[in-house]
């Protein structure tokens, strides 16, 4: 194996495993709000709602030319989501 091949590995590893340790972070935390009976409104809605999106983007991919739609489709949410929260 090259020395390339090996280093893109790894890093594949790293990203994958922040990934999924950032998800189950965001599901902990979803969970935590619903179970502890606080004020559950807009605001948290649309928070699940871009993880839940982020994260499906992020997983399903396939095809490499898909990936770049996915990053575009990534910024619209948050760009979406920024410019709905209220200030």
């Known amino acids: 194996m090259s020395e390339n091949t090996?280093?893109?590995?790894?890093f594949r590893r790293v990203v994958t495993t922040l990934?999924?340790?950032s998800f189950s972070v965001a599901a902990?935390?979803?969970?935590?709000?619903?179970?502890?009976?606080?004020?559950?409104?807009e605001?948290?809605?649309?928070?699940?709602?871009?993880t839940l999106t982020v994260?499906?983007?992020a997983?399903?991919?396939?095809a490499a030319w898909y990936s770049g739609v996915q990053?575009?489709?990534?910024?619209?949410?948050?760009?979406?989501?920024?410019?709905l929260v209220p200030s």
């Open 19 to 21: 990934t999924i340790g």
């Open 28 to 41: 902990l935390m979803g969970i935590v709000a619903l179970l502890g009976g606080g004020d559950f409104g």
């Open 43 to 50: 605001n948290e809605a649309r928070v699940l709602l871009t």
């Open 71 to 83: 990053l575009l489709s990534v910024y619209a949410v948050f760009a979406v989501t920024l410019y």
């Open 55 to 57: 994260s499906l983007a």
């Open 6 to 10: 090996h280093g893109t590995s790894r």
């Open 59 to 62: 997983s399903s991919g396939v």
